[in-house]
């Protein structure tokens, strides 16, 4: 079994909380959100990739540039302002809200505003507790010799500033497909709506 096939394996075993044998690979899980929380920090800069696999997926390569970073963002709707007058308990508009973006996507524009000389290539989830989702983003650093001269990352020094915040990423475009069906949907009752006001 080749090395990245095995560092999947276990990914996916602590994934599930299996004890195989001697090892408790949900404790394993355990312990690393509990060391993820204690940093305190949103946004942390890593020396390398935890799931190796995963990274490579998305864009990693071990090359001058390119660099990863582990995000926080907590679980739930997000904020929402209660209103103050003129609403039923029953309209308040507070609870069961969900956010028109995915956590993920939340995740990378975090760490692109974080490293605004850099463009967010991919990311996946390594780890969650009750109170957050972890991701950990690839990102390339446009400017640098070794990107503009890669014949697969080039692309990034023109016209690609700001893919996160633009949806360009694979997480972004899936919320503004998603988005442009809600809205297609929205504007077909309305439409319906006024026609059968008109007869």
């Known amino acids: 079994m080749s090395a990245g096939k095995y560092i999947a394996k276990i990914f996916q075993k602590e994934w599930k909380g299996v004890k195989d044998g001697d090892h408790d690979y949900k404790s394993l899980m355990q312990q690393r959100t509990i060391d993820y929380r204690k940093e305190g920090r949103t946004v942390v800069k890593l020396d ?3 799931n190796l696999p995963s990274a490579k997926q998305v864009g990693y390569k071990a090359k001058e540039g390119i660099f990863v970073v582990r995000a ?3 679980k739930g709707s ?3 302002i209660r209103p103050k007058n003129k609403r039923r308990p029953k309209r308040q508009g507070k609870d069961k809200l969900t956010r028109r973006k995915s ?3 939340i995740a990378e524009e975090r760490a692109s505003k974080k490293f605004e000389n850099a463009e967010v290539l991919g990311s996946y989830k390594i780890a969650e507790d009750g109170q957050s989702h972890y991701y950990e983003i690839v990102l390339a650093d446009r400017e640098t ?3 503009k001269n890669d014949a697969k990352l080039k692309f990034l020094s023109v016209g690609q500033r700001g893919r996160a915040e633009r949806g360009k990423t694979f997480s972004g475009g899936k ?3 998603e988005n442009k069906k809600v ?3 929205k504007k077909k009752k309305k439409a319906m709506q006024t026609h ?3 007869k």
């Open 48 to 50: 390398r990739p935890t």
């Open 72 to 74: 926080r963002v907590r």
């Open 78 to 80: 997000g904020t929402h």
């Open 103 to 105: 956590i993920r996507s």
């Open 145 to 147: 010799p070794t990107i």
């Open 175 to 177: 919320n503004k497909a």
């Open 183 to 185: 809205h297609a949907k």
């Open 196 to 198: 059968n006001h008109n």
